[in-house]
């Protein structure tokens, strides 16, 4: 079965500062894998997905994230934090080729201070 | 993107009643799905809305406590039946189209049984 790991429930950070979350996946087979954000009382946005085209995926709002066969890793990061990116992160895995049955992590709440 | 609407927003319901969350896309998609987000956690799949035959449940649910129907391409409904405290969750519907590896997400459904 399918399954991703998000390391640290939350995480924060300054201003300005990088933006890091991690995820790591498990998969027999080379997955297709996503990241999510939701905002307070909102629905989930998609960020960003990898689907085995670039290893590197440039989404909204100026997110990234590096596919890393060899760690098993699809970390999400900003190079410098806005106070409108504070929300909560999901990263999600599905199948190859389908994108239909999406696994959840638990998520990552970013924090943003002055 | 396909623009995703839910109705109702959200419900306190009494325990042992039912509630029927409507779910309307804006145009004609191949896959809908149902999912529940307990209260802190992240994201379940409940069950995959099939036009014209019954839906297919994930482990753990069923058929009777979650009915669901998809009359056509851009409409389905989820009932929680026999209400319980444990039900208080957000229920958000999603949709992916033909081709296209990505999974769009209404703005939920809050439910409160009391």
Sequence with gaps: AQSVTQLGSHVSVSEGALVLLRCNYSSSVPPYLFWYVQYPNQGLQLLLKYTSAATLVKGINGFEAEFKKSETSFHLTKPSAHMSDAAEYFCAVSDAGTASKLTFGTGTRLQVTL | ?114
Aim: hydrophobic fraction near 35%; charged fraction near 15%; proline fraction near 5%.
């Design chain 2, 1 to 114: 993107s396909a623009v995703i609407s839910q109705k109702p927003s959200r419900d306190i319901c009494q325990r042992g009643t039912s509630l029927t969350i409507q779910c309307q896309v804006d145009s004609q998609v191949t896959m809908m799905f149902w999912y529940r987000q307990q209260p802190g956690q992240s994201l379940t799949l409940i069950a995959t809305a099939n036009q014209g035959s019954e839906a297919t449940y994930e482990s753990g649910f069923v058929i009777d406590k979650f009915p669901i129907s998809r009359p056509n391409l851009t409409f389905s409904t989820l009932t929680v039946s026999n209400l319980s405290p444990e039900d208080s969750s957000i229920y958000l519907c999603s949709v992916r189209a033909l081709a296209i590896y990505e999974q769009y997400f209404g703005p939920g459904t809050r439910l409160t049984v009391t």
